[in-house]
């Protein structure tokens, strides 16, 4: 059991690729804390993980409820030796087209809340913890219409950086996983349900190993990220990606035949 006598907050554990790092830690024998906003799904992710897991509705983006939200979950669970702060939203911003509220939302979600859970957190969190944050190949790649969310996952490298040099005075290791194209709910964010399966077969002509990803192979390297395994990975990122950024030139839509 490489997590065993551990305990793990995810946040947006209660779907997609929050739900699956919960359940493979889980089944790592961790302790395991998922949050999220809906009340259902929260329920359900927690009778599928099972006795040890807990669940509480937090919102990312509520700042002023975050110190006591957390305060109250650690006085039921304790301090974390690991969190995935994974939470994270996601919808068209193109320019011309784009609310001041739209931006900020993203950046909200995304990037502010991954800070402040940090500086939250820092009590109860125990020297020689694993922080993750969740960030994505639109860091990397220019999409059409995502510069808010692209801001957003680009600032979570310099930030985790930045964070990963004031922690290490407590070896607390901060790191960062950028999903590419993986098969969760979250496309509902940035297509009408009716579109998707037209979407998932036109990302996966940009994926080199010619699939979509899976939440469980995110979860596989979250697990990696959380545990001792990793004990001298610091400020790094690792993609999940399928080769999209950095062999591009070898996906099917760039194949000769
Ligand atoms: N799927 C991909 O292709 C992909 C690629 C790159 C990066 N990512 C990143 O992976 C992370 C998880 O996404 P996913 O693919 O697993 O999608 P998902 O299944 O839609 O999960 C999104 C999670 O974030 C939570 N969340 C969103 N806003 C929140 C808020 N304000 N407060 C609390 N929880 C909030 C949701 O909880 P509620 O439902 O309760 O709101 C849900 O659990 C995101 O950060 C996303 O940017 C995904």
Redo the contacts with the bound molecule.
């Keep these: 059991m490489r997590m065993a006598g551990k305990t793990v907050l995810v946040?947006?554990?209660?779907?997609?690729?929050?739900f699956a790092a919960a359940k493979r830690l889980s089944e790592e024998g961790a302790t395991v804390v998922i949050?999220?906003?809906?009340e259902a799904?929260?329920s359900e992710s927690k009778a599928a993980l099972g006795e040890s897991a807990f669940a509480f509705r937090?919102?990312?983006?509520d700042f002023v409820g975050l110190e006591s939200g957390l305060a109250s979950i650690v006085r039921d669970v304790g301090n974390f030796d690991a969190v995935f702060l994974?939470?994270?939203?996601?919808s068209l911003t193109p320019v011309g087209g784009t609310t001041v509220e739209q931006f900020d939302h993203l950046i909200a979600?995304?990037l502010k809340s991954p800070f402040f859970y940090v500086q939250a957190l820092l009590p109860h969190l125990r020297n020689n913890a694993s922080i993750v944050l969740?960030?994505?190949?639109?860091n990397a790649i220019g999409m059409p219409g995502m510069a808010a969310y692209a801001a957003s996952?680009a600032g979570l490298i310099g930030m985790a950086r930045c964070i990963a040099s004031e922690l290490s005075g407590r070896a607390i290791r901060v790191n960062v996983v950028s999903?590419?194209?993986?098969r969760?709910?979250?496309?509902r964010?940035v297509a009408d349900a009716a579109l998707i399966p037209a979407v998932h077969e036109f990302a996966t002509r940009s994926v080199p190993l010619g699939r979509l990803g899976e939440?469980e192979g995110v979860a596989e390297v979250v697990l990696f990220l959380c545990s001792s395994e990793s004990s001298y990975v610091q400020a790094t990122e690792l993609y999940v990606d399928g080769g999209v950024t950095g062999a591009m030139m070898g996906a099917p839509a760039y194949r000769q035949g």
């Design positions: 946040t947006g554990g209660n779907s997609g690729i929050g949050t999220g906003r809906n799904t929260l937090l919102d990312a983006t994974n939470a994270g939203d996601a979600t995304n969740n960030s994505s190949i639109g996952k999903p590419g194209n993986i969760t709910p979250f496309w964010t939440a």
